[in-house]
């Protein structure tokens, strides 16, 4: 029994770790579906252990809990970008984070859960659609 518990030591992997390989992914095929984009599409580097001075700094300029991980500062349909947290399967967003969805929501952009990587192509699919009547 320990034999086994040893060998699989070390194979899961933490959510933070899964969602982050995640946002990799979408990231990589979004720069090679939309290159001209690209720049557009963006990571908020809002987590992460800091010390106590580094992280009042990052705060005095402007860090935000709750910020989703993705923004795409694109206009379509009416929103002003698109925001996209990632989750696992089984993953919940923070108190923070649904405060600040609400107010994101409420300023008029577009907020989405990512909880895999098909859903992301077809979220970002459906929003950079050109409308018809354009």
């Given at each position: 029994?320990?034999?086994i518990a040893r060998s699989n030591k070390g194979t899961r992997q933490k959510p933070a770790h899964i969602e982050s390989e995640m946002q990799r992914s979408c990231k990589r095929?979004?720069?090679l579906q939309y290159p001209k984009l690209s720049s557009m599409l963006f990571a908020v580097p809002n987590g992460g252990a800091r010390n106590a001075?580094?992280?009042a700094i990052m705060k005095a300029e402007g860090v935000t809990p709750g910020v989703a991980d993705l923004l795409l500062l694109v206009q379509r349909h009416g929103y002003g970008?698109?925001?996209m947290e990632?989750?696992?399967l089984t993953?919940?967003?923070s108190i923070s984070?649904?405060?600040w969805q609400a107010a994101t929501e409420a300023a008029g952009n577009k907020y989405v859960v990512i909880r895999?990587?098909?859903q992301f192509v077809n979220e970002i699919n459906e929003y950079l659609k050109i409308p018809e009547n354009t």
């Open positions: 029994m320990m034999l095929w979004f720069d001075r580094e992280a970008c698109l925001c990632f989750k696992t993953g919940r967003q984070q649904k405060q895999s990587f098909g």
